[in-house]
């Protein structure tokens, strides 16, 4: 079975551009997660969404939205992009928002803003 | 708030040595815990997790990880340690019952370093 697929793998941006990344879960998964990773750092909460509805959000500005479809793949927005926005973005699916449940992460899209 | 600490962000160690990575948490209330392997280029894999019972948890890769309440603290071993197991580790928790589910708080990560 296909795992977590994230794309694209790489991307460069500029300030004050927009970007959309993508996720597709493992088949027969309904929830999505969405982190940020800084070089050097652990990954940050972003959002989790269930059966299309947000179940969480983190700490992030309203410059980050996402959206999850009915065939539970999703996607992430970043508006107005800034230099701190370089990062690896990675995506988690998991069966369903259950407290313990395994999430399975994707390979992630390496943003650079420059 | 939670918060998890990795205690060293770099750990060298020979081929067939022992390892223990060390984690500890800042919880006013119980939690679940998690190791994460990140091989380079790749995402996150689940190594093993504590949600209950015995504080002993064997995961995959014949890693193994403790849980200690009155440390706080879950530190992850390995007996002997393989060039493949040269990744960055991730140590991380949820809080069963939460508005945010299946949040997972991660530490900052150990980048175990196996040298020949």
């Known amino acids: 079975d296909a795992g977590v697929t994230q794309s694209p793998t790489h991307l460069i941006k500029t300030r004050g551009q927009q970007v959309t990344l993508r996720c597709s879960p493992i088949s027969g998964h309904k929830s999505v997660s969405w982190y940020q990773q800084v070089l050097g750092q652990g990954p940050q909460f972003i959002f989790q969404?269930?059966?299309?509805?947000?179940?969480g959000r983190g700490n992030f500005p309203d410059r980050f939205s996402a959206r999850q479809f009915p065939n539970y793949s999703s996607e992430l927005n970043v508006n107005a992009l800034l230099l701190g926005d370089s990062a690896l973005y990675l995506c988690a699916s998991s069966l369903a928002v259950i407290e313990g449940t395994e999430a399975f992460f994707g390979q992630g899209t390496r943003l650079t803003v420059v | 708030a939670q918060s998890v600490t990795q205690l060293d962000s770099q750990v060298p160690v020979f081929e067939e040595a022992p390892v223990e990575l060390r984690c500890n948490y800042s919880?006013?209330?119980?939690?679940?815990l998690f190791w994460y392997v990140q091989y380079p280029n790749q995402g996150l894999q689940l190594l093993l997790k504590?949600?209950?019972?015995?504080?002993l948890v064997k995961g995959i890769n014949g890693f193994e990880a403790e849980f200690n309440k009155s440390q706080t603290s879950f530190h992850l071993r390995k007996p002997s340690v393989h060039i493949s197991d040269t990744a960055v580790y991730l140590c991380a928790v949820s809080v069963p019952g939460s508005s945010n589910t299946g949040k997972l708080i991660f530490g900052q990560g150990t980048t175990l370093q196996v040298k020949p």
């Open positions: 919880s006013s209330v119980s939690v679940y």
């Open positions: 969404y269930y059966e299309k509805e947000e179940r």
């Open positions: 504590y949600l209950s019972g015995s504080t």
